[in-house]
């Protein structure tokens, strides 16, 4: 049984999360901290884009007059407003049984803890075996409105949403479970030509989304679906995972990355 590090980090800000998972990938390519499943929140509202999303997409007054944040993630996709959410982020050397090979076979070896960890909480989920292809170029700005090959699906929608960065120090893959609220939020501050082309992409969402409170009937609190993570990732991966902490090197070399990289306007 392999040993992992748990964190369960308070919420914070856009830029310190996506800092710390930099940071523990950094120590974890260079042997000095365990793989690692992380689970964390966002406060404030926050609103990432994908390492190559265009940040015209964003219209940034709108987002600015919401008090929300903006923040790009090291991994790739499409915009995310990370709110009333569970985020998960797994951080393991490249060489780990559980994240080894391809990126696509690596994402559906982590979709079955993802899989078992939403079972605990009573949702009748499924794994979107192949990705959805839009008609034409997809220019589609959100994450949530189409499912990726091995994202979770339930009743059709899609529920998690994640995406993975691979590098020499190994492998970054991390997710949104929105726990509740309006999901249509987010495009309120995605730029749009009109009202009306806002609201058609409003009705597609909620058409192709969901959230755990709408797919189950009952609200979920972030720690009982902390909970469900952790014991998911346990049993499906035969895991010691042990709670711990950021080291201060890992939090001296976010406090870095939080200022010079993901708070940096440019």
Known sequence: MD?????????DHGAWNMAVDEAILEAVGSGVAQPTLRLYAWKPACLSLGYAQPSGDVDLPRLQARGWELVRRPTGGRAVLHTDELTYAVIAPLGDPRVAGTLLESYSRLAQALVRALDLLVLPVQIQEHAETPS???????????????????????????AQARRKEGVLQHGSLPLTGDLTRILQVLAYPDET??????ERLLA?????????GRPVSWEQAAEA????????FKLDLRPGELTAKEKDRAEHLAADKYAHVE
């Open 3 to 11: 040993t992992w590090r748990l964190l369960q980090t308070p919420p």
């Open 197 to 202: 082309a806002r609201s058609r992409a409003a």
């Open 229 to 236: 993570f952790a014991a998911a990732f346990r049993s499906v």
């Open 208 to 216: 192709r989304a969901t959230t755990v409170e709408t797919a189950l």
């Open 136 to 162: 034409g170029r997809n220019t589609n700005p959100v994450c949530f409105e189409v499912p990726s090959t091995y994202e979770i699906t339930v009743g059709g929608k899609k529920l998690i949403g994640s």
